[in-house]
């Protein structure tokens, strides 16, 4: 009897071996500590057996059966553990889990709509720094110090106004001045777009942040004139709005360009302003250390913002960075 009870535990245990659904392990079960299965025969007919034989028999009998329970529990548990209950991995009716996916923010849409529309008409692509010296935030720029024009740029100072050559610093307040970090360094002919982040000092409502992006443009070459400046950004204008765009140009002021104008584009039965722009001016050349009397050069400066409202019809720039996904997910 006792080398029975043997024998069905080792068959027992090779069969759980190869049990992996819910099935499996009910069959298994049912044939080894079911209610008729061979141990609970054992088990019920002890009575017949003799004094001794009883007390053995009935300890192994019990023993193996707790035995067996706990290895039913164990393998059940270690193969859910790693294929999901048979339920969840057997009902196909069941919805799959969402997976949400990420997705590039508008400005990030639109900055790349420019920079590919530049680079086909054979601008490169800069960067320069978000803190910025005084020198080229204003002076390289052709706005000296106590200049009115330096109203025109609600400025961020760093609070400790200096760096170790004793320069003022402060949160650019647009990309222009990279024009200038661009001439110091590289002689002409450049064309260069310049995408990057801004600060200004400034309340804010619908039309006005007080961070934002902007992308300057510069060109500079022998004889460049008014027509190059023009031609670009209506060749601009066509790739970003559509090929039967209208452009039109008005003067306007900016210390570092001569003449200056702006920029709107026919949208909707009205006239939108896009961009400020102008032929550089000679003193900004002056100053970058380019002393070629033939040399001159278009700049341009626009707002990805701006051109994304304009786009998609958003009424208020705040909704760009107030991280609201019910906007987010509409690009
Ligand atoms: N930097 C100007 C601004 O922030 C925009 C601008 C205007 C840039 C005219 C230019 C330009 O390069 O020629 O308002």
Known sequence: MIEKIEKLKIKAENDLKSCVSDKDFEDWRVNYLGRKSELSDILKNIKNLDQEQKKVVGSLGNKTRIELEGKLKDTKNRISGTIGTSKSSEDYSLPSRHISMGKLHPVTLTLREIRKAFVSLGFQIAEGPEIELDKYNFDMLNIPEDHPARDMWDTMWIDEKINKNG???????????????????????????????????????????????????????????????????YEFAKKMFGSETKIRFRCDYFPFVEPGVD??????????????????????????????????????????????????????????YSNDLRFLEQF
């Not at 909707?268 to 002393?291: N, R, S, T």
Request: charged share 25%; proline share 5%.
């Open 167 to 233: 320069e003022k610093m402060l949160l650019r307040t647009h990309t222009s001045p990279v024009q200038a970090r661009i001439m110091e360094n590289q002689d002409p002919p450049i064309r260069v777009i310049v995408p990057g982040k801004c600060y200004r000092y400034e309340a804010t409502d619908s039309t006005h942040e007080w961070h934002f992006y902007q992308v300057e443009g510069l060109a500079v070459d022998k004889n460049l004139t008014f027509s190059d400046l023009k031609g670009t950004l």
């Open 263 to 320: 920029m709107s584009i026919y949208w909707e039965g009205k006239w939108l302003e896009i961009l400020g722009a102008g032929m550089v001016h000679p003193k900004v050349f002056e100053k970058a250390g380019y002393k070629d009397k033939n040399l001159s050069g278009f700049a341009f400066g626009m707002g990805p913002e701006r051109i994304a409202m304009i786009k998609h019809n958003i009424d208020d720039i705040r909704l760009f």
